[in-house]
């Protein structure tokens, strides 16, 4: 080999070992050893945007959980669509298992005996409690 073939050779056999060992790169020193690494991190949960928990009740503000649907969760309360000819419908209100009502139910429900609310859709609603839960229903679970 040339002159003009071993110095492209050498730059490229560098590059190479500069990629291959990033902490080379930093230090100009391919025998360093590999950076640490970081401690590994517990997977985050997806956050379930059909629940509210006790954590998100204790930074809400709101004395009952009508205030606390309207400020975390809004679109719970929308109605979608008509069941008849006269009104919409709206979604309906369970309290330990229990029907309540429609969404005014939820103002009787103080802040303070809630241990969770759940969205369920209006398709899993109907399913579960009949065809009036075309708004779907929220779920209270009290402590």
């Known amino acids: 080999m040339n002159a003009r073939t071993q110095l492209p050779l050498a730059a490229l056999a560098a590059a190479a070992l500069l990629c291959a ?9 391919a025998s360093t050893t590999p950076p640490a690494t970081l401690p590994a991190q517990p997977p985050r949960q997806a ?20 205030l606390l649907v309207q400020s975390l969760h809004p679109q719970w309360l929308r109605t979608r669509g008509i069941d008849s000819f006269r009104r919409p419908t709206s979604v309906i209100v369970y309290q330990d298992g229990m029907r309540m ?12 005996s809630i241990a969770e609310m759940r969205f369920v859709d209006g398709i899993q609603a109907s399913q579960r409690w009949g065809l009036d839960h075309g708004s779907g229903a929220i779920e209270v679970t009290t402590r």
């Open 21 to 29: 060992h990033p902490a080379a790169a930093q230090t100009g020193n």
């Open 47 to 66: 956050h379930d945007r059909n629940l509210i928990t006790a954590e998100d009740i204790a930074q809400a503000t709101g004395a009952n959980a009508l």
């Open 101 to 112: 009502g429609g969404a005014e139910a939820l103002r009787r429900i103080p802040r303070e």
